[in-house]
Protein backbone atom coordinates (compact mmCIF):
# COMPACT_ATOMS: atom_id res chain seq x y z
CA UNK A 1 0.00 0.00 0.00
CA UNK A 2 1.42 3.67 -1.00
CA UNK A 3 0.27 6.59 1.32
CA UNK A 4 1.11 10.11 0.46
CA UNK A 5 1.54 12.30 3.36
CA UNK A 6 1.14 15.80 2.91
CA UNK A 7 1.93 18.81 5.13
CA UNK A 8 2.31 22.72 5.15
CA UNK A 9 -1.29 24.28 4.59
CA UNK A 10 -3.25 27.03 6.73
CA UNK A 11 -3.77 30.43 6.75
CA UNK A 12 -2.23 33.06 5.30
CA UNK A 13 -2.96 36.82 4.12
CA UNK A 14 -3.19 37.94 0.43
CA UNK A 15 0.77 38.90 -0.99
CA UNK A 16 2.33 35.69 1.66
CA UNK A 17 3.77 32.74 1.04
CA UNK A 18 3.33 28.93 1.93
CA UNK A 19 5.26 25.87 1.02
CA UNK A 20 3.52 22.38 0.62
CA UNK A 21 5.24 18.89 1.34
CA UNK A 22 4.40 15.49 -0.05
CA UNK A 23 6.27 12.22 0.39
CA UNK A 24 5.19 8.84 -0.30
CA UNK A 25 5.56 5.89 1.54
CA UNK A 26 5.15 2.43 1.43
CA UNK A 27 6.49 -1.11 -0.45
CA UNK A 28 7.19 0.52 -4.27
CA UNK A 29 9.67 0.34 -7.23
CA UNK A 30 9.61 4.55 -7.48
CA UNK A 31 7.44 7.58 -8.56
CA UNK A 32 6.79 7.93 -11.99
CA UNK A 33 5.76 11.26 -11.42
CA UNK A 34 4.16 13.69 -8.63
CA UNK A 35 2.35 16.73 -8.78
CA UNK A 36 -0.26 19.09 -6.69
CA UNK A 37 -4.07 19.42 -7.55
CA UNK A 38 -6.95 22.05 -5.75
CA UNK A 39 -9.94 21.94 -5.46
CA UNK A 40 -12.04 25.44 -4.52
CA UNK A 41 -15.82 24.95 -2.82
CA UNK A 42 -18.11 24.19 -5.51
CA UNK A 43 -15.79 24.24 -8.15
CA UNK A 44 -13.75 20.69 -9.97
CA UNK A 45 -10.28 20.18 -9.31
CA UNK A 46 -7.82 21.01 -11.06
CA UNK A 47 -4.24 20.97 -11.94
CA UNK A 48 -1.61 23.38 -10.24
CA UNK A 49 1.53 21.68 -11.00
CA UNK A 50 2.87 18.29 -11.87
CA UNK A 51 6.05 16.63 -13.36
CA UNK A 52 5.04 14.10 -16.31
CA UNK A 53 7.14 11.60 -16.67
CA UNK A 54 9.98 13.02 -18.58
CA UNK A 55 11.07 15.33 -15.62
CA UNK A 56 9.54 18.13 -17.55
CA UNK A 57 7.33 20.23 -15.56
CA UNK A 58 3.16 21.78 -16.00
CA UNK A 59 1.76 25.00 -14.62
CA UNK A 60 -1.71 26.03 -14.70
CA UNK A 61 -1.30 29.39 -16.21
CA UNK A 62 -3.08 30.95 -13.05
CA UNK A 63 -0.32 29.59 -10.81
CA UNK A 64 2.93 30.57 -13.36
CA UNK A 65 5.41 32.68 -11.89
CA UNK A 66 3.89 32.52 -8.50
CA UNK A 67 4.33 29.14 -7.81
CA UNK A 68 6.99 26.73 -8.09
CA UNK A 69 7.35 22.95 -7.61
CA UNK A 70 10.10 21.33 -7.12
CA UNK A 71 10.60 17.26 -6.35
CA UNK A 72 13.27 14.68 -4.41
CA UNK A 73 13.81 11.76 -6.57
CA UNK A 74 15.36 10.52 -3.88
CA UNK A 75 12.91 10.52 -1.07
CA UNK A 76 9.44 10.51 -3.91
CA UNK A 77 9.07 13.60 -2.41
CA UNK A 78 7.58 16.54 -3.83
CA UNK A 79 7.16 20.51 -2.57
CA UNK A 80 4.97 22.99 -4.19
CA UNK A 81 6.33 26.75 -3.18
CA UNK A 82 3.12 29.12 -3.61
CA UNK A 83 4.63 32.77 -3.48
CA UNK A 84 2.38 35.87 -4.17
CA UNK A 85 -1.09 34.12 -2.78
CA UNK A 86 -4.29 35.38 -3.61
CA UNK A 87 -7.82 34.45 -2.51
CA UNK A 88 -8.36 32.94 -5.45
CA UNK A 89 -6.05 30.04 -4.21
CA UNK A 90 -7.87 29.13 -1.79
CA UNK A 91 -8.69 25.54 -1.81
CA UNK A 92 -7.78 22.22 -0.49
CA UNK A 93 -4.70 21.16 -2.25
CA UNK A 94 -4.05 17.07 -2.91
CA UNK A 95 -0.76 15.54 -4.01
CA UNK A 96 -1.02 13.12 -6.53
CA UNK A 97 1.44 10.29 -7.41
CA UNK A 98 1.56 7.92 -10.30
CA UNK A 99 3.72 5.50 -8.63
CA UNK A 100 5.53 2.59 -10.59
CA UNK A 101 4.85 -0.53 -7.82
CA UNK A 102 7.56 -2.56 -9.78
CA UNK A 103 10.35 -2.11 -11.70
CA UNK A 104 8.56 -1.05 -15.32
CA UNK A 105 9.86 -1.86 -18.73
CA UNK A 106 10.16 1.25 -20.00
CA UNK A 107 9.46 5.01 -19.06
CA UNK A 108 6.37 5.73 -20.77
CA UNK A 109 4.78 2.27 -18.55
CA UNK A 110 1.84 3.75 -16.53
CA UNK A 111 1.72 3.44 -12.95
CA UNK A 112 -1.02 3.71 -10.17
CA UNK A 113 -2.38 6.93 -8.95
CA UNK A 114 -2.35 7.53 -5.85
CA UNK A 115 -4.18 10.71 -3.61
CA UNK A 116 -3.06 12.20 -0.47
CA UNK A 117 -5.83 13.38 2.34
CA UNK A 118 -5.46 17.21 1.62
CA UNK A 119 -4.58 19.92 2.94
CA UNK A 120 -6.46 23.05 3.59
CA UNK A 121 -4.79 26.57 1.80
CA UNK A 122 -6.34 30.01 2.91
CA UNK A 123 -5.90 33.28 1.85
CA UNK A 124 -7.30 35.90 3.81
CA UNK A 125 -6.98 39.18 5.64
Known amino acids: QVQLVESGGGLVQPGGSLRLSCEASGHFFSSKSMGWFRQAPGKQRELVAR???????VYADSVKGRFTISSDSAKNAVTLQMNSLKSEDTAVYYCYAEIWMTEPYSSDDDGVPYWGQGTQVTVSS
Open 51 to 57: FNGGGST
